[in-house]
Structures are given as C-alpha cells and as structure tokens.
C-alpha cells in the first residue's frame, strides 16, 4: 500500500477548501445583488401611498417618512417669483422613481391635472424653462435632505443636488377646507446615469395637511400661577384634561391639579373662580351645562384630593363665550378649550 505524503507547508484539502470559500463569495455576491435589485424594484417595506394621493401609476416608492407636526418650505408665487415660505401641519413624505420610459414632463402634468381636478389652487408651478430662469432647482435641492424620512440615502439627499438637472418641473397647491388649508408639493426630474435608477423619473412629494399640537401636555408649575395671578389675575390651564363632551377628569391631570393646589397653599387668602371654557362646536345651552360640570368637578378635586377650603373656590362655567382665539380652526378651537383660574 502506498501512503501519499502531504506538504508541510499546504493545508489538507486546499482545493477543497478553496473552492468552498468561492461558492461561498458567490453566494454573497448573488445575495447582495438579489437585494439591490428587490431594494430598486419593489417598494419600501411598511410604506405606502398617501390617502389624498396616489403615485404616478407604475412608480416604486423609494422612500417615505412622517411628522405629526412640524414646518415645511413651499414656494409661492411672489408678483411672478418663486418665494420660499414655511407652511405647518402633519407632513408627509414621498420619494418615487419613475416607471422607465416616462418622461419628466408626462409625470408632471399627471400631479398637475390630479391635484387641481381635486380642488387644488396653484400657488406656484414651473415647467423645464421657466423652472430655470426662476433658479427654482436651486432653492428646492436641499428639501429632501430637510425632511424626515424613515431612513435616508445618498439618492435621497441628492435628488435635486445639482442646478438645471434635465426634466425639472414644480408645482405647489393649497386646498382650503373646515379644518384648515392642505398643501401638496411636487418636484420632480429626470433618472440618474446610476444603473438601478437609470432613466427613472424622480419625484419628491410632500404634502401638509391641518394639525396642532396637543396642549396639556407640560404642566403649569405652581410658582408660575401664583405669578400670574397676581400680575395678571388670571391664567389658562390646558393640563386639566376632559374626554370629549365628557367631565369626568382624566387621570394626566393629576399634575396640573397639585400645581394648582400648590399656588393656592402658597397664598392662603387667595380665593378663586374656576372657570370652564368650551369652543363653539354643539349648542350654546348644552356648552353652558358641559363647562359648568367640568369647572365643579375641578372645585371637586382640589377640595378633597388636595385640602383646598371649599370657601375659596367657586366654579363657573361660560361655555364658548369667552374665546381666546377663533373657531374657524382646530388650532384655535384647541386654545379654546380650557380651564381658568380667576382671582376673586
């Protein structure tokens, strides 16, 4: 029988190994491939369409993010000149590739025709030309980077990185309803020379619709009351908190109420007016009976829970009658809905 002497200096099965770890390179490579291929071919996970608009048909949506409230800039028409300002509410982003094989401005016209069949007034809108003589590419190419997004890459922040980029068109609109005014921003340019996007229309939409930050949710402390009521002998109180059409106090308004509690403590002699407030929506006779309710159960709770003599307050409730701003928004409709401390 003959022995086959291995090397000392060559690992056993070298070959083998070898060809192992070239299956195993390939098998990456192929991996990395079929993912950049699902990442440009199949849209975002746990992304979808906006409810107020959808893609141009055949687009991949590339990328997407949300803000419960925040500001975003939008060009306006300024005596013919593109004017950038902030407009605020829930913003939602969008960013779209194209189907191949469309063009820039058949994409285009296709929003256009969309928002304004939608009841969307044109507050400002370019095409190619007119798009670069306003240098509107310069001053929207650093939106993208700007707004938040779920996650972020260098197709994202540099979508419109470059002034007169081919294909460039914008259009802004404003659609005013109960609530407040909805705006849509469309910009949108030609695809990339980048392989995965090549010829892929880009488009970046954002649209803000009407929202307002929930009041209550900081407390009042009690030395700013005290303050206030002896500089002004009154404040507003959004930390006292009710369900809706209810006067039953919700359990976040503990913290207000010890504030509260405390001022009084702090000024033994002080007596007060607890006063409810309500905005303009339901009857005037049902608002009167819903703030009166809401201002004794506030007399309620700083007298049993927090040892305040009952003799120092007195509950009031003057249902929309006393407005700090107007009832035409949500927004002022929230300022609206309050509870007061008055000094007697």
């Known amino acids: 029988m003959s022995v086959k002497k291995i090397s000392r200096h060559s690992p056993p099965n070298c070959g083998a190994r070898a060809a192992s770890a070239s299956v195993l390179a390939l098998m990456a490579l192929l991996g990395a491939a079929a993912q950049a291929a699902d990442t440009y071919n199949s849209d975002r996970p746990g992304g979808a369409d906006h409810r107020l608009l959808s893609r141009y048909q055949g687009s991949l949506l590339y990328m997407y993010g949300e803000e419960a409230l925040g500001k975003a800039d939008m060009l306006f028409d300024d005596k013919g000149k593109p004017v950038m300002r902030p407009v605020e509410g829930r913003i939602s982003n969008r960013m779209y ?10 994409v285009y016209r296709n929003y ?4 304004e069949t939608a009841g969307f007034k044109t507050i400002y809108a370019c095409e190619t030309k007119q798009c670069e003589a306003g240098a509107v590419q310069d001053a ?16 994202v922040e540099n979508t419109f990185n470059s002034a007169n980029q081919p294909g460039f068109h914008y259009y802004s609109g404003r659609r005013t309803g109960p609530d407040g005014d909805t705006y849509v921003s469309v910009a949108l340019a030609g695809g990339y020379e980048d392989e995965p996007v090549f010829g892929r229309v880009r488009q970046f939409v954002q649209i803000v619709e009407p929202a307002t930050a929930e009041l209550g949710k900081v407390s009042v402390d009690a030395k700013a009351i005290g303050g206030a009521l002896k500089r002004d002998g009154r404040i507003a109180l959004y930390g006292v908190k009710f369900d809706t059409g209810q006067a039953v106090l919700r359990p976040e308004s503990t913290a207000q109420l010890a504030e509260m ?81 008055v000094v007697r």
Request: glycine share 8%.
């Open 261 to 341: 509690a405390g001022a009084l403590k702090a000024a033994p002699a002080l007596k007060v007016y607890i006063v409810g407030h309500t905005d303009n929506q339901g009857e005037l006779q049902g608002n009167s009976t819903l703030s009166q309710k809401r201002a004794d159960a506030v007399v309620a709770a700083l007298s049993s829970k927090y040892g305040i003599a009952p003799a120092r307050l007195l509950g009031r409730g003057v249902a929309n009658l006393a407005p700090l701003a107007s009832n035409d928004s949500e927004a002022g409709r929230a300022q609206n809905r309050r509870v007061e401390l």
């Open 112 to 115: 256009r025709h969309a928002l």
């Open 97 to 106: 590739w194209g189907p191949k094989k469309k063009s820039p401005l058949e």
């Open 140 to 155: 929207v190419q650093d939106l993208p980077r700007k707004v938040v997004w779920k996650d972020s890459d260098i197709f």
